[in-house]
């Protein structure tokens, strides 16, 4: 049983665990998530989960579809969002016509709280595929990446490319 395998959950508890499985069932990994993690300092009672960390907001990584960060960046700002899509400021190159490209293709940073609406705005919205998760539970990211991420980015949001070589240096 997979409450048994989490919590040791005793037989009140699974009056408790099927109000859980009432529940979508992306959203049953969230919350089961919850009672796993936080299980020691939450108590899940008459079917509902009291936790100081509910209201956390925490970075996560979206994947986009292919070529449409920029798209899924503006449908989550236009919903209130917080949202960092970082962007690579390339030095001029006579082939290459594109100068601003994404940091990391496909991925965008988002601040939401899991355990609230801002979840399905993001999961729904268009140009997001998914939210990176490990089984199933959205994974969150470490503020102190995105962070160092966003202090890297110059005044019109951009990382500026800059190499250590010299020009005839190997």
């Known amino acids: 049983n997979l409450g048994q395998a989490c919590l040791g959950l005793t037989l009140p508890d699974r009056v408790s665990l099927n109000f859980l499985l009432s529940f979508p069932q992306h959203l049953q990994a969230v919350l089961w998530h919850s009672l796993c993690v936080y299980g020691a300092h ?43 899509l970082p962007k690579l400021l390339l030095p001029n190159n006579r082939k290459k016509c594109k100068r601003i490209v994404p940091l990391f293709p496909n991925y965008l940073f988002i601040r939401i709280n899991i355990h609230s609406a801002e979840y399905a705005y993001t999961i729904w919205s268009p140009g997001v595929k998914r939210i990176i998760s490990f089984n199933g539970i959205p994974a969150p ?30």
């Not at 890297?152 to 500026?160: D, K, R, S």
């Open 42 to 84: 939450n108590n899940f009672t008459r079917g509902v989960l009291v936790s100081q960390h509910l209201n956390e907001r925490q970075w996560y990584t979206v994947y986009s579809k292919p070529q449409k960060e920029e798209f899924a960046e503006s449908q989550l700002r236009t919903k209130g969002l917080e949202v960092f």
């Open 141 to 170: 990211i470490d503020s102190d990446i995105v962070d160092y991420l966003m202090k890297q980015t110059n005044t019109e949001g951009l990382i500026p490319a800059r190499s250590n070589l010299r020009v005839g240096q190997e």
